[in-house]
């Protein structure tokens, strides 16, 4: 752990949003512990876990047997963790597939969701909309409002997260916009936007199976494509924000041009939701895709579901489409892999259910990966869950409104 605290009166706030941070991360822990990992000194900890307790915060109790690291005089060390129904936050994700909503208690558990489909109207209708179903969700959840921290929400395309403000994005009516103000003011409570791939990093961060190492990637494969980065336990955003757009990197420079960034060849053009319906679509209209033909002739209802179902029975253009994408993505992770070597990669993407591809994704990284990161470097595939992007944003606000208030 390379944070350090310091014991001077005046950073008190600051101390205290470390402990959190320690707790939060690898609680139960005890105090000892904490004032190791920190370099603060043991009355500075007993302070700040006493204010979290009066404030119902956390709580503590005797270390199990089986459980304790330290001794002292033969006595139980007292650990600490967090009451993890002391706080609420809400969750959103806001996609071209739907706008799913989610409360979660400090450790992630659910308490309430829902899911509606995507909006086609201007832009004050549809934040209207989005404010009276999270108010609706709050109220439907029974929690006490005062126990909600505040709204997280992913959003697709370059958010400036610090003023609020979706720059560029697939909903042309929200770009430009203070969505955080917008929202807030609605809501009556704090609202905080972020890129919908870096929100579920930070979800997985947060309440992944598994404490994750300080450093990994987020592959996210879906309408468009991205790979936040973890690096020391801080996210990478670049200079304007727009650090981990893997999707525009150029893979190949003979290719379709891009409806986003006006490139040819980025591997969203080749290799994203998007992309693939947009060929699968041509096959049907052109009477190519036999499978996918006589499962959805409207080429207007066509989903991925579709895709994948005519994938898993061997519709021989639907294969090779699924293959060439794979191949690509495989391709842009390897040179992911290669330029910053993390431990961890983590994919997340529909995709990915299919078993082939999930193989085929490991060869084609493996076949174009540099020296020891094949033996070194660990890829791991989550399951697809259309509430994963939603618990991003509550992570989010988790993160923002509690850990480092």
Known sequence: M??????????????????KEIIYKYG?????????????????????????IERGLVYEFAAEDSDVEERSLGRKPIKINFIQDARYAV???????????????????????MKYPPMKGLYVEEMD??????????????????????????????VESKVG??????????????IARDLSRRLDIPVLIENNARARAIGEEMFGKTLRPDSFAYYLISYGIACPLFVKN???????????EAGHMVVDINGPKCETCGHNGCLEEMASERAILKKCKAAVNDGVATMLTELCPDTGELTMKDVLMAEECNDAYVVKVMEEAVMYLGVTLANIINLISPPLVIVDGY???????????????????????????????????????????????????????
């Not at 390379?2 to 402990?19: D, M, W, Y």
């Not at 139960?28 to 979290?52: F, G, W």
């Open 234 to 244: 801080r996210m990478i955003t670049g200079e304007n924000a727009s650090a981990g």
């Open 91 to 113: 969750g959103v994700e806001m996609n071209p597939y739907q706008t799913a909503i989610c409360m979660l208690d400090l450790r992630g558990n659910e308490q309430i969701s």
């Open 28 to 52: 139960p822990i005890s105090r000892s512990k904490i004032a190791e990992m920190l370099s603060l000194t043991p009355p500075t900890i007993t302070t700040n876990v006493s204010s979290l």
């Open 165 to 178: 403000i979706l720059r560029e994005s697939f909903k042309t009516e929200w770009n430009n916009k203070n």
């Open 2 to 19: 390379t944070a350090r605290g310091t014991n001077l009166p005046r950073v008190k706030k600051q101390n205290e949003a470390l402990i």
């Open 351 to 405: 995709i990915m259910k299919v078993k082939r591809n999930r193989r085929q994704l490991l060869e084609e990284t493996k076949k174009h990966i540099f020296g020891l990161n094949d033996q070194e470097i660990e890829i791991e595939f989550i399951d697809f869950n259309p509430l994963t992007g939603a618990r991003g944003g509550a992570a989010l606000a988790i993160k923002q409104f509690f850990i480092k208030e």
């Open 129 to 158: 909309t989005l404010a009276r179903n999270i108010d609706k969700l709050i109220s439907e959840s029974g929690v006490d409002p005062e126990k909600i921290l505040g709204v997280g929400m992913g959003l697709p395309g370059f």
